[in-house]
Structures are given as structure tokens and as C-alpha cells.
């Protein structure tokens, strides 16, 4: 899929304001988001929920907001 093809809209709806879902398999320290997603989300005011570490004991929930 070409780049100009990929979606950056929020996954979900939840109340009305979109939600953006971003997992990892094991935990990260750091990620990062590629510019165009960055600024779609920016634009869109969504919120993003980082689950980081999803297949570990312990996954960790993050809510990113502007």
C-alpha cells in the first residue's frame, strides 16, 4: 500500500470523540509516531491509547491527549 493510500484516521468513535489505539508487544520506553499520523491526529483532536507491552504480565495503559 502506497503511503499516499494509508488511513490516519482515529480507530474508534467513543463518545463521539475519536480514539486512536497503538499497541506493542513488549514493553518500549519510547515510540514513535510518523509525522502524517502525528498531525491527522492533531487535526482530528484525537486521543490516542498507547497499550504498551499487551503480550507481557503487566501491560501499561497510557492516554495520550493534546
Known amino acids: ?3 499516499s493510500k494509508v488511513n490516519t484516521k482515529a480507530d474508534f ?3 463521539g470523540k475519536p480514539v ?3 499497541l506493542n508487544k513488549h514493553y518500549l520506553k519510547i515510540f514513535h509516531f510518523k ?3 502525528l498531525n491527522s491526529y ?3 483532536e484525537a486521543v490516542v ?3 504498551n507491552g499487551y ?3 503487566n501491560p501499561v495503559f497510557t492516554v ?3
Open 20 to 22: 486512536e489505539v497503538k
Open 1 to 3: 500500500m502506497s503511503l
Open 55 to 57: 503480550k507481557t504480565d
Open 49 to 51: 491509547l498507547w497499550v
Open 64 to 66: 495520550i491527549k493534546k
Open 35 to 37: 509525522v502524517d499520523q
Open 13 to 15: 468513535l467513543v463518545n
Open 42 to 44: 492533531l487535526k482530528q
